[in-house]
Nanobody, 119 residues
């Protein structure tokens, strides 16, 4: 069984910063990608940032230059440093990972963490 647990969400003022973390635990043989997605009320879930093999990164257009995704080598942990936050960044942020648990590759999701940016 694989679990993803997020932490680090909260309330911040416009222009502030937050750092989200996601820890993957359980039977993990290999991780292909880890990423952050977000969903605001009434909106579809959208990609925030993605990291592949701990190196290659991809960002959503709205967060480029402000957010940075990273992983701790060998720790199955991912971070999202969010700077210059805007009210439009308010959403529930979900951790996602594509993981091989020894029998197959599957996509896993965390429970989500709320980020609220006040104007």
């Amino acid at each position: 069984q694989v679990q993803l647990v997020e932490s680090g969400g909260g309330l911040v003022q416009t222009g502030g910063s937050l750092r989200l973390s996601c820890v993957a635990s359980g039977t993990i043989v290999s991780i292909r990608t880890m990423g952050w997605y977000r969903q605001a009320p009434g909106n579809q879930r959208e990609l925030v940032a993605l990291i592949t093999a701990g190196v290659a990164t991809k960002y959503g257009d709205s967060v480029k230059g402000r957010f940075t995704i990273s992983t701790d080598n060998g720790q199955n942990t991912m971070h999202l440093q969010m700077n210059s936050l805007k009210p439009d960044d308010t959403a529930v942020y979900y951790c996602n990972a594509v993981i091989n648990n020894g029998s197959r590759w599957s996509a896993y999701w965390g429970q989500g963490t709320q980020v609220t940016v006040s104007s």
